[in-house]
């Protein structure tokens, strides 16, 4: 399974642009990129999954390299409502069973203050 | 997105006693569902692979015998603590691929706290 380094913390003001970049150097050639949100006693929230080059989506985008050595999620624009835990994950999407179990890093604790 | 639920939201037991949790995949069907614990501010952790029909696949260090695991079918799944003891006190979260075609999100129930008194 492909370990995931983020940092662990990171603030910002709202309004600002935020990047968020995760390193997984052993990715497999199955892997794709995932990142959940989670707030506090509840579970993650799915944001958004990618295998190469972007992703965007209504909330964030996905910036991958070619070599997918590592991932930035990028959320513009945040809100206090955005202060949370983001976790980058990386797994075999096409496996089933366990291959296809996900496994968390630390996570990025995200806040974001007026 | 797909929707998945977990049930009780939160519960109170007496140490020694049996809790079970149930994760419901809503609207789609899931084959293979996991089972996470977290503890305060830390991140979720592992603990079992529960899959349709057959045994759970537990990682290491996860006691098989206390934590009893049973895919009952595709849209349930249940966690059974058994013989609660107070550092059983966590947060629990399932979570369920969705499989149908063209997607791979896992999908996250909302979690239940657990306290053992």
């Known amino acids: 399974l492909a370990k995931t380094t983020q940092p662990i913390s990171m603030d910002s003001y709202e309004g600002q642009e935020v990047n968020i970049t995760c390193s997984h150097n052993?990715?497999?050639?199955?892997?794709?990129i995932t990142w959940y949100q989670q707030f506090p006693s509840q579970g993650p929230r799915f944001i958004i999954q990618?295998?190469?080059?972007?992703v965007t989506n209504e909330v964030a985008s996905l910036f991958i390299p070619a070599d997918r050595k590592s991932s930035t999620l990028s959320l513009p624009r945040v809100s206090l409502s955005d202060t949370a835990v983001y976790y980058c994950?990386?797994?075999?999407?096409w496996g089933t069973g366990t291959a296809s179990k996900l496994t968390f890093g630390t996570g990025t604790r995200l806040q974001v203050t007026l | 997105g797909a929707v998945v639920s977990q049930h009780p939201s939160r519960v109170i037991c007496k140490s020694g006693t049996s809790v079970k949790i149930e994760c419901r995949s809503l609207?789609?069907?899931?084959?293979?569902m996991f089972w996470y614990r977290q503890f305060p501010k830390q991140s979720l952790m592992l603990m079992a692979t529960?899959?349709?029909?057959?045994?759970?696949?537990?990682e290491q260090g996860v006691e098989k015998d206390k934590f009893l695991i049973n895919h009952a079918s595709l849209t349930l799944s249940t966690l059974t603590v058994t013989s609660a003891h107070p550092e059983d006190s966590s947060f629990y979260i399932c979570s369920a691929r969705d499989l149908r075609e063209g997607r791979y999100e896992q999908y996250f129930g909302p979690g239940t706290r657990l306290t053992v008194t």
């Open positions: 529960s899959n349709e029909g057959s045994k759970a696949t537990y």
């Open positions: 990618g295998y190469k080059t972007k």
């Open positions: 052993n990715i497999a050639t199955n892997d794709y």
């Open positions: 609207d789609f069907q899931a084959t293979t």
């Open positions: 994950l990386v797994g075999d999407a």
